[in-house]
């Protein structure tokens, strides 16, 4: 073993338990969703900045990338180690994981996801054509009497159906005439539907690829 080797070794030998689970913590960076990073260096440069004999002998955990948040744990309490582990979850609860922009919580099909409005409006729009799509495929064989009524519709497809396919169904809401659509009606705007959701999925890659 070289002179140089030793002196590395003995470099990282010396590194405190504590220095050690930030640099492990720094390690795992390539991890954390791409909008959470800038918070999490923020955290681990707060860290550093903190390091003392006292702290030696405490060590922070893996991050862990839960729905709502970035959490670390830490083997023991330290109120300046609490103060800069809360001030993250509460940043990156706010934090688009995707962009980085200001976000809120949002549900997307069976998972929970923290995005700014930009980033959820195509991929919530996706989702709901999919849902759409997937269940009116689904009823079709058997549903040929099936209606949709106006406020059957999800919100979101309601733009992508012409005002003049809707029939007034007879029916009054609130003063305004219902309309509906039937199913086989319906089912004659799915290519429609579909193209808008290929041109999504295109429009959100093209996003993640910047
Ligand atoms: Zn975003």
Same mark, same amino acid.
């Given at each position: 073993?070289?002179?140089?080797?030793?002196?590395?070794?003995?470099?990282?030998?010396?590194?405190?338990?504590?220095?050690?689970?930030?640099?492990?913590?720094?390690?795992?960076?390539?991890?954390?969703?791409?909008?959470? /990073?800038?918070?999490?260096?923020?955290?681990?440069?707060?860290? /550093?900045?903190?390091?003392?004999?006292?702290?030696?002998?405490?060590?922070?955990?893996?991050?862990?990338?839960?729905?709502?948040?970035?959490?670390?744990?830490?083997?023991?309490?330290?109120?300046?180690?609490?103060?800069?582990?809360?001030?993250?979850?509460?940043?990156?609860?706010?934090?688009?994981?995707?962009?980085?922009?200001?976000?809120?919580?949002?549900?997307?099909?069976?998972?929970?996801?923290?995005?700014?409005?930009?980033?959820?409006?195509?991929?919530?729009?996706?989702?709901?054509?999919?849902?759409?799509?997937?269940?009116?495929?689904?009823?079709?064989?058997?549903?040929?009497?099936?209606?949709?009524?106006?406020?059957?519709?999800?919100?979101?497809?309601?733009?992508?159906?012409?005002?003049?396919?809707?029939?007034?169904?007879?029916?009054?809401?609130?003063?305004?005439?219902?309309?509906?659509?039937?199913?086989?009606?319906?089912?004659?705007?799915?290519?429609?539907?579909?193209?808008?959701?290929?041109?999504?999925?295109?429009?959100?890659?093209?996003?993640?690829?910047?």
């Amino acid at each position: 073993m070289n002179k140089s080797s030793i002196k590395r070794q003995s470099t990282a030998d010396d590194r405190s338990p504590f220095e050690q689970s930030i640099h492990r913590l720094a390690a795992r960076a390539g991890d954390v969703p791409i909008g959470w /990073r800038p918070v999490y260096h923020k955290a681990l440069v707060a860290l /550093r900045a903190i390091d003392c004999p006292a702290r030696a002998h405490i060590q922070l955990t893996s991050p862990r990338m839960a729905d709502l948040n970035l959490d670390v744990g830490v083997t023991k309490p330290d109120s300046c180690i609490d103060g800069i582990l809360r001030k993250l979850r509460l940043r990156t609860a706010c934090t688009c994981e995707l962009c980085g922009a200001t976000g809120t919580l949002r549900s997307m099909d069976r998972t929970l996801q923290v995005m700014c409005a930009e980033c959820a409006a195509p991929r919530l729009l996706r989702f709901w054509i999919s849902s759409f799509v997937q269940q009116m495929a689904g009823a079709l064989p058997s549903g040929s009497r099936l209606v949709y009524t106006y406020d059957q519709v999800p919100l979101q497809l309601r733009p992508l159906i012409p005002a003049t396919a809707w029939s007034a169904s007879g029916e009054s809401c609130k003063g305004a005439l219902a309309v509906s659509l039937s199913l086989i009606e319906m089912a004659a705007f799915q290519g429609r539907f579909e193209a808008v959701g290929n041109s999504l999925d295109l429009l959100v890659a093209a996003k993640d690829s910047q």
